[in-house]
């Protein structure tokens, strides 16, 4: 699934999400090298980091397949998270 986000200095990022629960999500975003883990706390989305983040849009969509292809690396690396 296709997403995008918002960070608190209002930059937007794309990214596949790679798995998800109720409380984190791991995502692979276009450009970097590692994948970055979401957690819900307090009600709000918090990059690994701390920082705020906004769910801006989640898409399933197959057209976007030259995104996935070059982000197919990541998702395989991505295969044995506990905890989702």
């Given at each position: 699934m296709y997403l995008t986000i918002l960070d608190s200095n209002?930059?937007?990022r794309e990214g596949i999400l790679l798995a998800?629960?109720?409380?984190?999500m791991r995502v692979g975003f276009r450009g970097c090298?590692?994948?970055?883990?979401?957690?819900?706390?307090?009600?709000?989305?918090?990059?690994?980091?701390?920082?705020?983040?906004?769910?801006?849009?989640?898409?399933?969509?197959?057209s976007l397949g030259g995104f996935y292809s070059e982000m197919g690396a990541r998702a395989l690396a991505a295969g044995g998270f506990d905890g989702f």
């Open positions: 209002g930059g937007r998800a629960g109720e409380l984190k090298t590692d994948t970055v883990e979401l957690l819900r706390t307090g009600g709000q989305w918090v990059s690994d980091d701390g920082e705020p983040v906004e769910l801006e849009s989640l898409v399933a969509d197959a």
